[in-house]
């Protein structure tokens, strides 16, 4: 059974930055399809970003381009969200999620939230304009 810890959210102005990390626990980490999701209140858990299993492919949601980025260090069983030049609209709960079966990262099945097998229970990132 994995388990999903992010953390890192918190308050922050319109324009600062905030990094968020997800800890993964078990031996799959190594080759799954990471990714974030978001989830503002009354809205749709919508993606965010993902990042394939080697660490070559990753792709993001138009609205966050150039602004967010993900990485991940498989000796740490980690995925890291970068967030800079944060806006008000970014504010919700952001949730990583893993991936552990095989598939293949062009057919872009990552953007649907099916997709994943396991979630972490989210953290709270609220902007202030």
């Known amino acids: 059974q994995v388990q999903l810890v992010e953390s890192g959210g918190g308050l922050a102005q319109a324009g600062a930055s905030l990094g968020l990390s997800c800890a993964a626990s078990g031996r799959t980490f190594s080759t799954s399809v990471m990714g974030w999701f978001r989830q503002a209140p009354g809205k749709e858990r919508e993606f965010v970003l993902v990042?394939?299993?080697?660490?070559?492919?990753?792709d993001y949601a138009d609205s966050v381009k150039g602004r967010f980025t993900i990485s991940r260090d498989d000796a740490k069983n980690t995925v890291y969200l970068q967030m800079n030049s944060l806006k008000p609209e970014d504010t919700a709960v952001y949730y990583c999620?893993?991936?552990?079966?095989?598939?293949?990262?062009?057919?872009?099945?990552?953007?649907?939230?099916?997709?994943?097998?396991?979630w972490g229970q989210g953290t709270q990132v609220t902007v202030s304009s």
């Open positions: 999620a893993q991936r552990v079966r095989g598939t293949v990262f062009s057919a872009r099945g990552y953007l649907n939230p099916n997709f994943y097998d396991y």
């Open positions: 990042i394939s299993w080697s660490g070559s492919n990753t």
